[in-house]
């Protein structure tokens, strides 16, 4: 990027900014030195693609000279933002505690920052101080225009999940006051509550405090619905969950028409490297080099150089049938996700194609070994006495059968 642009020009320039509450910010960005946090709710273990925009923009902040706090929402957290259509299921205290430890593990190793805890300063609130202190300062009429709260009137929501939007504004006072923190950064879903606090500020401060918000588009799939713990197919940062080829295969398999956007988005890439690589993705769309250098970034930024280098092994020993090469704990990683079917005796091959559901009877699977369009542990199979056994099995463990180019079935053998 351009060293005349400002910070400001170039987070609009990579698509990071979704909406800011008053014009007034874009100095205060541009000139750096500014107190400003973010916040998650410990519903979870581990984060997900889905936070990582935020997470991004207040890396950038951070580089740009500005001072983060991450804010782990142990008393939010019991509570629950409302969801659109359900109410929250509510987590024990060492649920919230034990996620509270991942979160900030994981946050540590993402950028610098502040790390504080909501529940340090809401636990010991009595009801009465509550209500006098922080509740009068909100309108039901205001509260229920929210579109969390106002999605939810129709289905009910409860008074629990009605009063999150008080205790999140109470985070953003608290933070004002004591630590001079003057920024509430968020995804666009949180807009109406980083502007309950900001009114909570000005009511309890005067109307002439300097507090502001911003938010990040959402990370959405094609089909407009959000990366998710609840909306299914989560990629997780925690490599127990997700593993790092996985979630280097999340990146490689980024859709044409969302390539450029992500690698502006979440890469730290300059803007002359990003347009060298629309350049080659406009001319030779088919090397995918916009996808591979989205995936490296990402891969590398989440799990190391080593973790990225062991997905590039095992993505090509996959894409060259290689399959035999690799060792059993690599195919584990490799094929994580895939149903496991557990062969307790030798099997025809046949008899095998059809128990995995590759054939769907003894004749049809006849004609896809006779057709070549049968592979056994990255090898083509044509003979139709072959036999499925543990001598023959990777590690003595696996079998990986291929029908067709992507359809792969795994035998584990007891």
């Known amino acids: ?10 987070l609009k320039w990579r698509g990071l900014i979704h909406n800011i509450t008053d014009e007034a910010l874009i100095e205060k960005l541009n ?36 001072h983060p706090i991450f804010l782990i929402g142990g008393a939010t957290g019991s509570i629950g933002d409302p969801k659109p259509n359900a109410e929250r299921k509510l987590l024990t205290r060492e649920q919230i505690d034990h996620n509270a430890l991942c979160l900030h593990q994981q946050v540590e190793k993402l950028f610098k920052c502040k790390l504080v805890n909501n529940y340090d ?5 009595d ?22 709260v106002k999605s939810r009137l129709d289905s009910g929501i ?41 009114e909570l500020i000005r009511k309890m401060h005067g109307t002439d405090a300097q507090a502001y918000g911003l938010t990040v588009p ?14 299914g197919g989560a990629i997780w940062l925690d490599a127990k969950k997700t593993t790092p080829y996985a979630f280097y295969q999340f990146w490689i398999n980024t859709p044409d028409s969302d390539v450029i956007k992500e690698l502006k988005q979440f890469t730290f890439l300059t ?46 020993a996959l894409f060259s049938g290689k399959i035999s090469d690799l060792t059993k704990e690599e195919i584990e990683i490799a094929f994580a996700g895939l149903p496991t079917i557990e062969l307790e005796t030798d099997l025809p091959l046949i008899d095998t194609l059809v128990m995995v559901g590759a054939a769907s009877s003894k004749r049809e ?26 001598a023959q099995a990777i590690g003595e463990t696996y079998t990986v059968i291929r029908r067709g180019k992507k359809n792969y079935y795994l035998i584990k053998h007891k």
């Open 121 to 125: 300063w809401t636990y010991n609130i």
């Open 218 to 231: 959402l990370f959405t799939k094609s089909d407009g619905t959000k990366f998710g713990k609840t909306e």
């Open 127 to 148: 009801i009465l101080t509550f209500l006098r202190k922080y509740g009068k300062f909100f309108n039901v009429n205001y509260m229920i225009n929210k579109d969390t």
């Open 271 to 316: 803007k002359e490297e990003i347009d060298a690589l629309e350049e080659s993705f406009n001319q030779e769309p088919h090397l995918r080099k916009a996808q591979k250098a989205l995936a490296k970034e990402m891969t590398i930024m989440i799990h190391g150089q080593a973790a990225y280098e062991e997905a590039i092994s095992l993505s090509e």
């Open 31 to 66: 000139q750096g030195g500014l107190t400003f946090y973010l916040g998650t709710d410990p519903t979870g273990d581990s984060l997900h693609v889905g936070h990582l925009l935020v997470f991004i923009l207040a890396k950038r902040l951070e580089k740009a000279g500005h």
């Open 158 to 198: 409860s008074y629990t999940e009605f009063s999150y939007q008080i205790l999140q504004a109470l985070d953003f006072e608290h933070l004002f006051s004591q630590e001079n923190c003057q920024l509430q950064i968020g995804g666009q879903d949180q807009w109406g509550n980083i502007t309950s606090g900001l």
């Open 365 to 390: 699977a006849r004609d896809f070994i006779n057709g070549g369009g049968v592979s056994v542990n990255g090898w083509q199979e044509k003979d139709l006495n072959r036999l499925i056994q543990k």
């Open 1 to 10: 990027m351009n060293k005349q642009i400002s910070l400001y020009e170039e």
